[in-house]
Nanobody
Framework: QVQLVESGGGLVQAGGSLRVSCTASGRTFSNYAMGWFRQTPGKEREFVARISWNDGYTYYADFVKGRFTISREYAKNTVTLQMNSLKPEDTAVYYC???????????WGQGTQVTVSS
């Protein structure tokens, strides 16, 4: 059974940095991708960043390019999202997810709150 457990997050002032991590278990992840999404009340969940386990290829939403960095620690099945130059509009619950055989994000973590004060 695939499990994703997020950690990190918290409260930071605008301009500051936070890191959220996601540790995955329950299968081999080498042929899949991990992604970070975020959601605020009343809005749909939106894509933030993605990394492929095998080659480390990354992809970012435009609104985080240059500020956020996604990375993986292959041996620990952990993916980290380093968030710099945070803005109040980055406030959200951040979720990690991993793709299944279909290529869709089939497995999700429970989410971790990130709050950026102005």
């Amino acid at each position: 059974q695939v499990q994703l457990v997020e950690s990190g997050g918290g409260l930071v002032q605008a301009g500051g940095s936070l890191r959220v991590s996601c540790t995955a278990s329950g299968r081999t992840f080498s042929n899949y991708a991990m992604g970070w999404f975020r959601q605020t009340p009343g809005k749909e969940r939106e894509f933030v960043a993605r990394i492929s386990w095998n080659d480390g290829y990354t992809y970012y939403a435009d609104f985080v390019k240059g500020r956020f960095t996604i990375s993986r620690e292959y041996a620990k099945n952990t993916v980290t999202l380093q968030m710099n130059s945070l803005k109040p509009e980055d406030t959200a619950v951040y979720y990690c997810a991993t793709t299944g055989p279909s290529g869709r994000y089939d497995f999700w973590g429970q989410g971790t709150q990130v709050t950026v004060s102005s």
